[in-house]
Antibody, heavy 119, light 107 residues
């Protein structure tokens, strides 16, 4: 079955770039929208943005100036970069698949990875 | 940006009772509305998409209804494993947003 796995540093210094990768296994990365979502400790879910396998993207307006999502179809991976990190970016980061046939609902999720922004 | 407002924030019920959760959108999202369940330390799990279609493997006690701006998730008879936080999510203008969540707790 399809599985997603986030990877990357668990600790990032303030003002530096938060970088995460999501590896997709069990299916091709084509034909779906690949998404990053985050959840600060004790709070709700926040959609960060998506990338289509062709490379087209869209981002949450509140994060757009600092976010880049990219895809590597040869490795079946997509990545998140969040520049100028602050303590407010401390959260569990999830990668997820958005499925067009299901009105872009997020049907498959990674287990999540905790990222702390602190010196 | 479409804002989703969920109510109530917390629902205190006993096993076997019926749970009714509401999600209201600031503008029409047609039927592009999904519901998720999240338990502590776990990733969210998709329950309902297209406002009323159960995802694979979701028990029949979960049902969704609504269209446009007003949506409801109903759990017909709460099982012990249903006590969790529930989020609604919409997709419009090629962006997703989530509601703030409703916690269903044991009374």
């Amino acid at each position: 079955q399809v599985q997603l796995q986030e990877s990357g540093p668990g600790l990032v210094k303030p003002s530096e770039t938060l970088s995460l990768t999501c590896t997709v296994s069990g299916d091709s990365i084509t034909d779906y929208y690949w998404t990053w979502i985050r959840q600060p400790p004790g709070k709700g879910l926040e959609w960060i943005g998506y990338i289509y396998y062709s490379g087209s993207t869209n981002y949450n307006p509140s994060l757009k100036s600092r976010v880049t999502i990219s895809v590597d179809t040869s490795k079946n991976q997509f990545s998140l970069k969040l520049r100028s990190a602050t303590a407010a970016d401390t959260a569990v980061y999830y990668c997820a698949r958005a499925r067009p046939a299901m009105s872009y609902a997020f049907d498959i999720w990674g287990q999540g990875t905790m990222v702390t922004v602190s010196s | 940006e479409t804002v989703l407002t969920q109510s109530p924030a917390t629902l205190s019920l006993s096993p076997g009772e019926r749970a009714t959760l509401s999600c209201r959108a600031s503008q029409s999202v047609s039927s592009y509305l999904a519901w998720y369940q999240q338990k502590p330390g776990q990733a969210p799990r998709l329950l309902i998409y297209d406002a009323s279609t159960r995802a694979t493997g979701i028990p029949a006690r979960f049902s969704g209804s609504g269209s446009g701006t007003d949506f409801t998730l109903t759990i017909s008879s709460l099982e012990p494993e249903d006590f969790a936080v529930y989020y609604c999510q919409q997709w419009s203008n090629w962006r997703g947003t989530f509601g703030q969540g409703t916690k269903v707790e044991i009374k």
